[in-house]
């Protein structure tokens, strides 16, 4: 049977973003899985994962902001700037008056070096491939946006802290970055992700109860009308839904100014997401249900 949703993981430690998926792809018999943000091993929290046709809207995903809590020690820097590489430096004390002043410059539109252990290609070669053979990982910087950096407290060298930041940063660098700036040296010793778009822990689910919940799993799928809130939704008559199906432009009912929204054919199931083309003309963006594909047969408990 097809599954098609996002689901809302809390990734446990020790576990890779693909060990999640690969699990997930296995316990629901879904091969089409695929997850909306990388989480280190070391890291917990949300990973958002889309299923089947839901894998077709990941492109709006891309910039999604996260929000994370965790803890930074201070006193030695690491070779992957968390807690599963080796120490590289040692140092001196400090106290979180000088702590919270340094932060402030780690916020607002920054420039950020990627980790050398990162996914981040050099010429077509993933970065940590060369960190590991201990060849030289020349990373070029990046233009990366942190809304908030609140360092909570520090005791023993381990300072817990909240940050808010756009997609493409590097927690682990602005911890390595902090240490380097202080010359106490640094690195990242927790990190949960709290928040990804408008994915929240509060909504996240064990992966021992995505196993447990085989046989009814859609009940554990966010409802496919809050998919996208930000995007403003239409419900389409029927011939509408035909034209769309067969990817053509078609006038929706939409008034707002917003470039894109979701069309569902019901109260349930999504089905495509359209752009404007002028006024309340919409052409099809990305189609879920084709005009060759099998349409699923809509369930009464969702049409209220």
């Known amino acids: 049977m097809e599954r098609n949703g996002i689901l809302i993981i809390d990734k446990p430690a020790g576990m890779t973003s693909h060990d999640v998926v690969a699990r997930v792809r296995r316990a629901l018999r879904e091969k089409s899985v695929g997850h909306l943000g990388t989480l280190d091993p070391m890291a917990t929290g949300v990973l958002p994962l ?5 894998t077709r809207i990941a492109q709006f995903y891309v910039d999604s902001q996260k929000a994370y809590e965790g803890e930074i020690r201070f006193g030695f820097a690491t070779t992957t700037y968390d807690a ?3 120490a590289v430096e040692a140092a001196s004390e400090l106290t979180i008056e000088e702590l919270r002043e340094t932060a402030k410059a780690f916020t607002g539109t920054i420039s950020q070096v990627p980790p050398p252990f990162s996914a981040k290609k050099i010429a077509g070669v993933p970065a940590y491939k060369l960190a590991r053979k201990q060849k030289p990982v020349d990373l070029a910087p990046v233009e990366i946006i942190v809304e908030t950096l609140e360092i909570e407290a520090l005791a023993h060298g381990v300072a817990t ?9 590097y927690i682990r660098s602005i911890a390595h970055d902090l240490g380097q700036k202080l010359g106490t040296g640094a690195h990242l010793a927790s990190l949960r992700r709290t928040r990804s778009g408008d994915f929240r822990i509060e909504d996240a689910h064990t992966l021992a109860e995505v ?3 085989t046989d009814a799993p859609e009940e554990l799928f966010i409802h496919p009308r809050l998919v996208l809130p930000a995007f403003p939704s239409v419900t389409a008559a029927s011939e509408a839904i035909a034209f769309i199906r067969n990817g053509r432009a078609v006038n929706l009912p939409e008034m707002s100014a917003a470039p894109l929204i979701k069309v569902y054919s019901n109260q349930r199931y999504l089905l495509a997401i359209c752009e404007r083309v002028a006024g309340t003309l919409f052409r099809p963006k990305v189609v879920l249900y084709g005009s060759n594909e099998t349409m ?3 369930e009464a408990a969702f049409n209220s």
């Open 84 to 86: 599963e590489g080796d």
């Open 296 to 298: 699923p047969v809509p």
């Open 161 to 169: 802290f909240r940050s808010e930041v756009a997609a493409g940063t």
């Open 211 to 213: 196993e447990a919940g």
């Open 50 to 54: 889309v299923l089947g046709r839901m």
